[in-house]
């Protein structure tokens, strides 16, 4: 068995044997879904006349696949420095593209599970959410959102020592930009300044590629090309920096 095939058969092991992390994975954000769901079935929103559904099923998905990502990556290579086996694994011949590239498939295997429970839940009755044709083309923006959060968790893991550190860190950062960009109140509904601020969230775009490929529009194709460069830019970015400043150990 390759490096690669081990580490993410044992990163498998380790996510469904922790219930904690399955729980905050996927029925937390879906409490958000459900609440919100259930307090505006029926209603629409005034700016735009569309149902909230529409914005609140895409926007709670992008943030809960864009949250799994950051804190899945930081607490692993938290944990895996403090304990010294990122040390052991350096002293092997292990490479980085090996430890990395591990994770990245575990946290796509995530966030498509994600999404199917998310979408499968706001589509019944009670919700009332209706996909359109394309919702397809909403692939390709959770993959790059995925890449482009999985490099931000590299960075907050890099730095952050303690379990207290990364959720400290990247709930600083997850949750003023998961309000800033929509993820739980339609951005038409909020002042002009914030909507300018939004512009500049990476969430902001995966929220939005999310929600133009699920429900639809005049301008899907326009939506989701926009979304797709400027989350593959971030991922090119924020990747440079995570490699860039990776530490195998404290002491390094």
Same mark, same amino acid.
């Given at each position: ?6 580490? &993410? ?29 259930? /307090? ?9 006349? !569309?149902?909230? /559904? ?6 709670? *998905?992008?943030?809960? @696949?864009?949250?799994?990502? @950051? ?11 403090? %304990? %010294? ?30 999404? =199917?429970?998310? @979408? ?10 209706? *996909? &359109?044709?394309?919702?397809? !083309?909403?692939?390709?923006? !959770? ?7 999985? $490099?931000?968790?590299? /960075? =907050? ?17 997850? /949750? ?5 960009? #929509?993820?739980?109140?339609? *951005? %038409? ?11 500049? !969230? ?15 529009? %005049?301008?899907? #194709?326009?939506?989701?090309?926009? $979304?797709?460069?400027? *989350? ?21």
């Amino acid at each position: 068995m390759s490096a690669y095939a081990a580490l &993410s058969q044992a990163g498998y092991r380790a996510y469904v044997r922790d219930k904690t992390t399955l729980f905050f994975t996927f029925a937390f954000p879906l409490l958000f879904l459900v609440v919100f769901g259930l /307090i505006f079935h029926g209603k629409n929103v005034e700016q735009s006349g !569309l149902p909230y /559904i529409n914005y609140i099923a895409p926007g709670v *998905l992008a943030w809960g @696949v864009a949250n799994a990502a @950051v804190f899945g990556i930081g607490f692993v290579l938290m944990q895996w420095r403090r %304990d %010294d086996l990122l040390r052991l694994i350096r002293m092997s011949p292990v490479r980085l593209p090996a430890v990395l590239g591990s994770r990245y498939v575990l946290a796509l295997g995530i966030g498509l599970l994600q999404a =199917v429970l998310f @979408v499968g839940v706001a589509l019944l009755p009670w919700f009332g959410l209706k *996909l &359109s044709s394309g919702w397809p !083309l909403a692939l390709p923006v !959770l993959f790059l959102g995925i890449t482009a959060f999985l $490099a931000v968790g590299v /960075i =907050v893991g890099t730095y952050a020592k303690t379990p207290e550190a990364v959720a400290a860190v990247a709930n600083c950062l997850m /949750i003023p930009m998961a309000f800033l960009s #929509g993820s739980f109140f339609p *951005l %038409d509904a909020m002042p002009d300044w914030m909507q300018t601020l939004a512009k500049a !969230l990476p969430l902001h775009y995966l929220v939005e590629g999310t929600s133009a490929a699920i429900t639809g529009g %005049d301008s899907v #194709g326009t939506d989701v090309a926009v $979304a797709c460069g400027v *989350l593959a830019a971030c991922a090119v970015v924020f990747g440079a920096i995570a490699l860039k400043t990776f530490r195998w150990s404290d002491q390094s």
